[in-house]
Nanobody, 124 residues
């Protein structure tokens, strides 16, 4: 069974850099885009960015100055780094795969594979 699973620290201090990894297991996935999406308490899904197999990246303009994504195809992983975090970055972070670039996700159903999510809390 193919799965995407997020991993990383559950607690980050303000001003630090958040680093998360998404690992594909149980088989291979054909996807054009590998995405990071988050959902803050009481808010909707926010697309953060995407990376292709060739390494091309697409970022949410609101995060462009702080976000970086990379991909290790040999390890079946892709990563997210978010710099200078604040308590407003507290959210459940998800990784997902898709064939299309979805910048305004209304539902996880739009994505082919969706991770379980990992809670990240930024302390003030």
């Amino acid at each position: 069974q193919v799965q995407l699973r997020e991993s990383g620290p559950g607690l980050v201090n303000s001003s630090q850099t958040l680093s998360l990894t998404c690992t594909v297991s149980g088989g291979s996935i054909s996807a054009n885009y590998w995405n990071w999406i988050r959902q803050a308490p009481g808010k909707g899904l926010e697309w953060m960015g995407a990376i292709t197999d060739s390494g091309r990246t697409y970022y949410n303009p609101s995060l462009r100055s702080r976000i970086s994504m990379s991909r290790d195809t040999s390890e079946h992983q892709f990563t997210l780094q978010l710099a200078s975090v604040t308590p407003e970055d507290t959210a459940v972070y998800y990784c997902a795969s898709s064939q299309e670039l979805i910048r305004r996700p209304s539902s996880s159903a739009l994505y082919d594979y969706w991770g379980h999510g990992t809670q990240v809390t930024v302390s003030s």
